[in-house]
């Protein structure tokens, strides 16, 4: 069956260090997401992919950078973490105007 | 830009009905997304409605007023595993944008 598939599903790291969480789906889809949940705020944007070697700026991308050199792929980088980006981290995909279908999330806590 | 409003939260009976309201302003529309997110997991998919009316899948019911600007699901024979929050996301029709910004979601309550 196909899925969605996010690693690792719980990080802890320190301030100042790299972190990339991978996200990994068999859908085929074109389009992947990254989002991120917090307390208050619910579903935040990231960055987002419409295809390979395609990426685009959401609502919140300062910090964050992603990289899609394949369909199945969309892994997200922090480049120096912070304590403001704990959070949970949802990627998700989606064909065209369909219903997006969500990983299991990535717990990310950053000391 | 969008905005996306709906409750906090919500308590209601086992067995009753429960009206879920999300009320949204957008520069375009393409859609409006229901999902549902037990704490600790994935959002998952409800309803889409995209034209005016209502669409019942099962329990489940969404409507839609394109006009107003606003959407409900409505949840019938309330089970207890209907607890879970309720994320309203709308699709902005901007070119090629397939892009869904959530609302804050609304977290339900189911009591005995």
């Known amino acids: 069956d196909a899925e969605i598939t996010q690693s690792p599903r719980h990080k802890i790291t320190e301030t100042g260090r790299q972190v990339t969480l991978a996200c990994h789906q068999t859908?085929?889809?074109?389009?992947m997401f990254w989002y991120r949940q917090d307390l208050g705020h619910g579903l935040r944007l990231i960055h987002y992919s419409y295809g390979v070697q395609d990426t685009n700026k959401g609502e919140v991308s300062d910090g964050y950078s992603v990289s899609r050199s394949n369909t199945e792929d969309l892994p997200l980088t922090l480049e120096s973490a912070a304590s403001s980006q704990t959070s949970v981290y949802f990627c998700?995909?989606?064909?065209?105007?369909?219903?997006?279908?969500f990983g299991p999330g990535t717990r990310l806590t950053v000391l | 830009g969008q905005n996306i409003d709906q409750p906090t939260e919500m308590t209601a009976t086992e067995g009753a009905i429960v009206q879920i309201n999300c009320t949204y302003q957008t520069s375009g529309f393409n859609g409006l997304f229901w999902y549902q997110q037990h704490a600790g997991e994935a959002p998952t998919f409800l309803s889409y409605n995209v034209l005016d009316g209502l669409e019942e899948k099962g329990r489940f019911s969404s409507f839609l007023s394109r006009s107003k600007g606003y959407s409900y699901l409505l949840l019938k024979e309330l089970q207890m595993k209907d607890s879970a929050s309720y994320l309203c996301?709308?699709?902005?029709?901007?070119?090629?944008?397939?892009?869904?910004?959530f609302g804050k979601g609304t977290k339900l309550s189911v009591i005995p």
């Open positions: 996301a709308v699709m902005d029709s901007g070119a090629g944008s397939y892009q869904l910004t």
């Open positions: 859908w085929n889809h074109n389009n």
């Open positions: 998700a995909s989606s064909t065209l105007e369909n219903e997006q279908f």
